[in-house]
């Protein structure tokens, strides 16, 4: 597939980097030429020096013609008017980051259409979103569901004392048939798990299940939920804001910002939210608005430092639930082994709504997550293709890929090596990342 990217910003470059270990054909356009140097030395991709929004820059850099034209500049004006060039000059697909919930409104829909981007990214809102899913439920690091939850996919930390602590990985699925261990997060590996494999204390299990049987991952894995309605989310950005407005009236929230000219603007933004002038890194100042009192606390500061240090702040002051913006791919892992619950990252949700598009453009209930370093799907099998010509256990699957579970006539299953998935089934496919080049030729 031949992708090209404009905008070799931390969100451009991270797409480039995981789209060139997939085998794809990537032109990557920046007006930066010592930023695309490094990428171009260091990854399989090509680059392309130039105004993104140039026709000329555009023509010479491949937009005719390309199958999936992705606009990722800083700037909402430059990635629109990019997408809008590219799809006259031919690209099949074009996809815009943007800035703003307008673009994103139903209302305005086919007029966005009609300039010429098909798609659009707003990695504030996806981050919104998936803050709003943890605070739902506490219990979960990762939460995935497909077809409104007929299968779902949650990461959960195994607790001391837990049941599956200790367990090998044959001994649970022999006794119980409801879940499927489809990977395992060990300090700062992911691990595709085989029977003999041991469920240890601090892992993180990503299990497939049906709704009917999610609930007792909470006593397997030593969990409890705790319900949430106080929220102190500490600066005021973008994902502040647009989490305060989508979540409506589930949550009651406090905003902590340290820039006294952000604070007064943020009563317009969020008029039922009490803001706060302060740092919340200051525990006496905590305290005093009363943290105590607090169920959870989202850290949304631009520094993935200051977010992670404060949520084990929270923690420590009486916090159940803390959320935190790690933005530093490098800092995940470390993040997820210390105890501060959920970790989002914009780029990374940026990146499933681009590998969604690469696997099943057509399919509209089609869902991606990547995490930091595998990603989860769903792929239909189409007619004929190679996952349709015997049960699992005969397929010869590549060993960084797991089939986790399926949909199939309106219920969810799970899938186990008698299992023969057929045309139509929509497949939950869990595999490590560089692997999806691999699955794709499965499923096509």
């Known amino acids: 597939m031949k992708i090209v990217i404009a905008g070799a910003g931390e969100v451009g470059s991270h797409l480039a980097k995981l789209l060139s270990n997939e085998e794809q054909d990537i032109m990557l ?44 500049t800083p700037y909402e004006s430059n990635n629109i008017v990019g997408c809008s060039i590219a799809k006259n000059l031919g690209a099949k697909t074009t996809v815009a980051r943007i800035d ?16 010429g981007v098909d798609r659009v990214i707003y990695p504030e809102y996806l981050a919104a979103q998936e803050i709003i899913t943890a605070l739902k439920r ?5 939460w995935f569901e497909l077809h409104d939850g007929r299968l779902i996919l949650a990461g959960v930390k195994l607790r001391a004392g837990a049941p599956l602590a200790g367990m090998k990985l044959r001994d649970f699925t022999y006794t119980n048939h409801h879940f499927h261990v489809s990977a395992i997060k060990r300090n700062h590996e992911t691990i595709i798990p085989r ?27 030593g969990k409890t939920e705790h319900k949430i309605k106080r929220v102190l989310i500490m600066g005021g950005s973008k994902i502040a804001v647009r989490l305060v407005n989508s979540a409506g009236n589930e949550f009651k929230f406090k905003i902590i910002e340290s820039n006294l000219d952000i604070c007064r603007k943020l009563p317009q933004k969020c008029p039922d939210c009490e803001i706060i002038h302060g740092d919340a890194r200051d525990t006496e100042l905590l305290a005093d608005i009363g ?3 607090m169920d959870a606390f989202v850290a949304l500061t631009d520094s993935s430092e200051t977010n992670i240090f404060t949520c084990l702040t929270a923690k420590e002051m009486g916090v159940k639930k803390t959320v935190a913006d790690v933005e530093n791919i490098q ?50 099998a189409k007619p004929g293709s190679k996952i349709t010509r ?28 008698n299992t023969h998935i057929q045309a139509g089934d929509h497949v939950l496919v869990f595999c490590l990342a560089g692997a999806l080049h691999k699955v794709e030729r499965l499923f096509s």
Request: charged content about 20%.
């Open 29 to 72: 356009i920046d007006a930066d030429a010592e930023r695309l140097a490094i990428l171009d030395a260091n990854y399989n991709l090509m680059t392309y020096v130039g105004d993104p929004t140039s026709f000329t820059t555009l023509r010479e850099a491949g937009a005719a013609g390309c199958d999936l034209f992705i606009a990722v």
């Open 100 to 115: 703003s919930y307008d673009f994103m409104n139903p209302l305005n829909s086919s007029h966005v259409k009609h300039m």
């Open 138 to 142: 506490t219990w979960a690091r990762n």
């Open 195 to 221: 029977g003999d494999h041991q469920m240890e204390v601090g892992d993180i299990l990503y299990f497939t299940t049906t709704r009917d049987h999610v609930h007792d991952l909470l006593g397997l894995c």
């Open 291 to 293: 943290i105590a009192d």
């Open 331 to 380: 800092f995940i892992s470390q993040a997820e082994n210390l105890n501060i619950g959920t970790v989002i990252n914009k780029k990374l949700l940026a990146s499933s709504t681009i590998f969604q598009l690469l696997l099943d453009a057509d399919s509209s209930t089609s869902k991606c997550l990547a995490l930091a370093d595998a990603e989860v799907a769903e792929i239909e």
């Open 390 to 417: 015997g049960p699992v256990k005969e397929l010869s699957l590549p060993g960084e890929v797991t089939l986790a579970g399926l949909f199939r006539d309106g219920e969810g299953m799970l899938i186990g090596g």
